[in-house]
């Protein structure tokens, strides 16, 4: 298995210095970090997950690593609302992971969108063979998003996929 290099991802999503991004389902905080790193001092990233433990994980990787731009949530994403982030304050959500698991996607889906300002980004990342790109498109499509940019080089098992807030 070729696994996703993240900081490389984040590159591609055009993220810039200041910028508020929400890293759903952040499991060991890969992507929160290198969202970080990008965002700069004056950005702050969620780290949001259903796991008490990674979140422990991502708050002390970021403290080694001296990142204080990082916040972590405890949410359970299928939940209205339950990351308690203000509606519309995110430049980015990156969605890496979890949609093939997640048993209610569009409740996921709608969150991101509640969150996300008006023209904000937001990039889903997922495994071939289990979630395909087409269903991808079509969950973000029907909720009101317009696809951005599809990104193929995610590692040799992973397909990005960028959409739109309009």
Known sequence: MSFLNPEQAVKEFGIKPGMVAADFGCGAGYFSLALAKEVGSQ?????????????????????????????????????AGSSKLKNELADFVLIANILFQAEDKTAVVREARRILKPKGRLAA????????KEETEKLFLSAGFVLNKEIFKAGQDHFIVLFEKV
């Not at 990342?125 to 395909?132: K, W």
């Open 43 to 79: 950005g702050r990233v969620y780290a949001i997950d259903i796991q008490k433990e990674v979140l422990e994980v991502v708050r002390n990787r970021a403290k080694s690593r001296h990142c204080s731009n990082i916040s972590t949530v405890l949410a359970d994403l299928e939940i």
């Open 125 to 132: 990342v997922e495994a071939y063979g289990r979630l395909s």
